[in-house]
């Protein structure tokens, strides 16, 4: 590893303890360490490779384009890749499993039982619908409104949801790559 490498951890960025880089510390770094950034955003490695490789990006914005590019389509091993790394809502985040997820659930107040009950139980009719973990961008919104949206999403036909949760991976990737990577 680099001078700069290591000061960026994988450790640093799971314990989500406000390691951020400049653009163009993270276009010089090993590709290496590059994708160790990049990895915890978005657990996919077509994704993180397409990323790393067409570095050198002149400005955030061709930075968020090619991370937005790489996440529209994901395969179905892809999609599972990524989501076997996100936790249940409300449920305890290990931090080698999502590093970002805690912080991410943190306005959820799921530490009320009763809330905690319920997104429990609805966790349950989702995964039930369609055989996998609710996947939202949790950040920023309340349990009501995670619940809400819950309960539209449990309206959706197979093709639709599909689509919905490679968005929210998405949303979810240039959330937590815009958090590290600083113009």
């Known amino acids: 590893m680099g001078g700069f490498a290591g000061k960026v951890t994988r450790t640093a960025i799971r314990t989500?303890?406000?390691v951020q880089m400049q653009l163009g510390a993270f276009n010089a770094m090993p590709d290496s360490d590059a994708?160790?950034?990049l990895e915890p955003c978005l657990g996919v490695s077509r994704w993180v490779d397409e990323v790393v490789c067409a570095r050198p990006y002149?400005?955030?914005?061709?930075?968020?384009?090619?991370?937005?590019?790489?996440a529209r389509h994901l395969t179905d091993q892809e999609l599972k890749s990524a989501l076997s790394r996100h936790p249940r809502l409300g449920e305890?985040?290990?931090?080698?499993?999502?590093?970002?997820?805690?912080h991410e659930q943190a306005g959820l107040g799921v530490s009320d039982h009763d809330a905690a009950r319920r997104?429990?139980?609805?966790?349950?009719?989702?995964?039930?619908?369609?055989?996998?973990?609710?996947?939202?961008?949790?950040?920023?919104r309340s349990a009501a409104?995670?619940?809400?949206?819950?309960?539209?999403?449990?309206?959706?036909?197979?093709?639709?949801?599909?689509r919905e949760v490679v968005r929210e991976l998405r949303e979810i990737a240039l959330r937590r790559l815009q958090q590290v990577v600083q113009p």
């Not at 955030?60 to 790489?70: D, F, I, M, N, R």
């Not at 999403?153 to 639709?160: I, P, V």
């Open 35 to 37: 994708r160790s950034v």
């Open 119 to 140: 997104l429990a139980t609805d966790n349950r009719r989702y995964e039930e619908r369609f055989g996998q973990v609710f996947l939202i961008r949790a950040a920023g």
């Open 16 to 18: 989500h303890d406000g």
């Open 92 to 102: 305890a985040v290990a931090p080698t499993e999502a590093p970002y997820s805690a």
């Open 58 to 70: 002149a400005e955030l914005a061709a930075l968020t384009a090619q991370a937005t590019a790489s």
């Open 145 to 162: 409104e995670v619940s809400t949206e819950l309960e539209r999403r449990l309206g959706n036909d197979e093709a639709s949801e599909r």
